[in-house]
């Protein structure tokens, strides 16, 4: 085994022993030597990333700071920066701002020579840990006025490709090395779907590494807690889904089989007997035309989220002057908006007349802007928005969120 590798095998492993959450998070990595990066990086591999470490710049940290190094490349990936990083037009200044946000959190012993940290910029009066966007914030105005010595070197450095650079630090000279973000470019071409997708596998990702670390010592860094409670936490129901569905469906138009070892089989003595359970198969029709708000649709799907934790199974059919997507619905999966044109009920409710063989009820989403259809042959109930208005000229029961 090579001297790089075991030295990386030894940060890994001292890394699990004294924080097991990055050890853990580290693991589920894959790695990769390359020189053709001047430190160290992430770059994509497929929907997850992989770690890249030039052998040159490894080798010439020591051991706390190779601890330190990964870290910091964790750190980047567990606070969705690769994914932030194009929403941020200057990407000088995103570079300095992602590393001084993360470099707080490694310890001034294992941080490698020349990381980005707050008293480089006394100028600036920066608080500590108030994220990359508060940074930025402050880095762009401190460009602007030109009152940061040490910042203006920095970005002169970084336009002519310095690698390091000599800065005042209380007095004292002191090195700099540049944040090197090059491998990041791939997520500045990838669509937005694409980028929710990599985020939702780091979310994942975050999870399991959560739960093990929990196990093991019983804790997670301080840093990641907000995070995860953020990835973890669901908007309560804004509505009684399991009461008023028992009171407006009433029977159930499907019927499921299980065997059970449970219940005694009347005809064969060996077998296992049959559990008959009814289950609702509701269409949920979304209104995804223009004048429906980005929030308002997170509210509909928190809300068939909801309505599926009853038990009920839901069909999803989207519209907005037509019928534009139709499936079944799955809390776990990417809920991707089709439409956002004008607004007609009438297509929906026609499809729903013809397939009444298929559904208990409807409910329709929307925000009700929009002139009435036809009765609708079956059950059907109209849910609004919290920001919308109950709509008089509507056939039949409205409910509004609240």
Known sequence: ???????????????????????????????????????????????????????????????????????????????????DYASLTDRDLANIAMDLEINQYIASRLLPPGGMVLSMFPELNLEPQKGTHYY????????????????????????????????????????????????????????????????????????EVA?????????????????????NHKEAPKF????????????????????????YNKRYDENPGLKIKPKRHILVAIDTSGSVSSNELKE????????????????????????????????RKEFQVYGRGGTTFQPVVDYYNSNLHKYTCMFYFTDGEASAPTKAKGRMLWVLSSTSNINPDLIGPQIKLN
């Open 211 to 231: 739960e093990q670390a929990q196990k093991a010592c019983g804790n997670v860094p301080g840093e990641f807690s907000e995070i995860l409670d953020r990835i």
């Open 1 to 83: 085994m090579s001297n790089k590798v075991e030295q990386l095998a030894k940060a890994s492993k001292d890394l699990m022993l004294s924080e097991p959450f990055y050890g853990m998070f580290l693991i589920m990595l894959n790695k990769r030597w390359d020189d053709n990066i001047p430190t160290a990086g992430v770059c994509l591999n497929g929907i997850n990333y992989q770690l890249l470490i030039s052998e040159k710049y490894w080798s010439t940290l020591s051991e706390s700071h190779h601890i330190g190094l990964l870290k910091h490349e964790l750190l980047h990936i567990g606070f969705f920066h690769l994914t």
């Open 240 to 263: 009684d889904w399991r009461g008023y569905l028992r009171r407006f469906t009433g029977g159930s138009t499907k019927i499921f089989t299980k065997k059970t070892r449970r219940k």
């Open 136 to 207: 930025y914030e402050k880095l762009q105005q401190g460009k602007k006025d030109g009152n940061c010595p040490n910042l203006n070197k920095m970005l002169a450095g970084m336009g002519q490709g310095q690698m390091t650079i000599s800065i005042d630090v209380k007095g004292k000279a002191s090195t700099a090395q540049m944040p090197d973000h090059s491998t990041w470019k791939d997520m500045e071409n990838l669509s937005e779907a694409e980028q929710k997708l990599i985020q939702k596998q780091v979310e994942h990702i975050l999870k």
């Open 300 to 331: 509909f799907l928190g809300e068939m989220h909801h309505i599926q934790k009853t038990g009920t199974e839901i069909t999803v059919v989207q519209a907005d002057t037509a019928i534009s997507h139709i499936e079944k619905f799955n809390h």
